[in-house]
């Protein structure tokens, strides 16, 4: 497999696990809306302290940069994308509401 090809396959599972966090969040935003409002408090606390949208808006853009690098630069910037999608996946689990 040539660095073209691992370079595409690299960014369409990134990208698919950038909008299934996307997904996820946007679950969690529901069900917060639907939450009694001692709860919903709590919720938006937590989504709020974890700052997981936010981070998920930060991998978006890593992976933008990445997607628009030559292949000369993405193997450098696959550290930059691993990083964010590090801290969007805390985020994410630190704030799964059950």
Do not use: C, F, P
Not at 44 to 62: D, F, G, I, W, Y
Not at 67 to 90: F, H, I, M, Q, T
């Amino acid at each position: 497999m040539g660095m073209k090809e691992m370079k595409a396959a690299y960014v369409a599972k990134m990208e698919a696990q950038v909008a299934e966090w996307g997904a996820k969040l946007k679950q969690m935003k529901a069900k917060a809306e639907k939450a009694a409002a001692q709860g919903r408090l709590e919720y938006q606390q937590k989504l709020a302290q974890a700052k997981a949208e936010e981070k998920h808006e930060q991998a978006r853009r890593k992976l933008d940069e990445l997607k628009a690098a030559g292949e000369e630069r993405w193997e450098a910037l696959k550290s930059g994308v691993e990083g964010a999608w590090n801290e969007l996946k805390k985020s994410v689990d630190s704030t799964k509401i059950e």
